[in-house]
């Protein structure tokens, strides 16, 4: 069963208007890391500019279409690229997405909201088992291991670094506490613990 793993999203930059696009798998290049090949899937076609292009798309897309995978589980679902373009590439496939972020799972329902090939289910990447259908094995598990673009640029997150907003912090915003009580409820030196080991920030004791 292959396992696909890919660093964190990238965003793509604005494209042409004068280009046009003339059917999904048009031999262009979009595997979103400057490859010279030119690779046999186009994924452009699924996006606005501005929006974020999953890294390796095009090489993983062509793996699971390669050894016919026609049960894929997608353990980051995020704003669902994998699924769009490997659904496209594969008809015949079901698509079983996770993710832990609520926020991400509302938006991927209502994006394929018309697809009944695909399955959307907020959890986690340790947990999918509990919720993926008895006696169902998957072809091939997809992770993009990483925090998303998304939730780094909204503010109200708490990731962003631009913009002022709620130190908030959690993947999942309905479980757990949020970053600042968290904080409030600490002295300085276990706070410089939790910067050293979960952060591995610079000049942790001074920052605490």
């Not at 669902?80 to 832990?100: E, H």
């Not at 276990?190 to 004791?205: K, N």
Request: aromatic share 8%.
């Amino acid at each position: 069963m292959p396992i696909a793993r890919a660093a964190p999203e990238r965003r793509l930059p604005p494209s042409n208007p004068a280009a046009s696009h003339t059917g999904n798998r048009d031999r262009i290049a979009a595997d979103g890391i400057g490859s010279s090949r030119t690779p046999p899937y186009q994924f452009r076609s699924f996006l606005n500019p501005g929006q974020h292009v999953p890294v390796l798309i095009a090489p993983i897309v062509e793996m699971l279409a390669d050894h016919n995978a026609r049960c894929i589980v997608d353990l980051t679902f995020g704003a669902g690229g994998y699924a769009a373009a490997l659904l496209d590439r594969i008809p015949a496939a079901r698509y079983f997405g996770f993710d832990r972020d609520p926020a991400a799972v509302t938006a991927g329902r209502k994006r394929f909201a018309e697809e009944s090939r695909i399955q959307i289910t907020q959890a986690d990447f340790l947990s999918w088992q509990r919720h993926f259908p008895d006696g169902a094995a998957p072809d091939a598990i997809v992770m993009d291991l990483g925090i998303s673009s998304t939730q780094l640029d909204d503010p109200e997150r708490g990731y962003a670094f631009s913009a002022d907003g709620p130190l908030d912090m959690r993947m999942d915003r309905g479980s757990g506490a949020p970053a600042s009580t968290l904080l409030a409820q600490r002295e300085a030196p276990q706070i410089q613990t939790l910067l050293e080991d979960f952060g591995q920030v610079s000049h942790a004791a001074r920052i605490a």
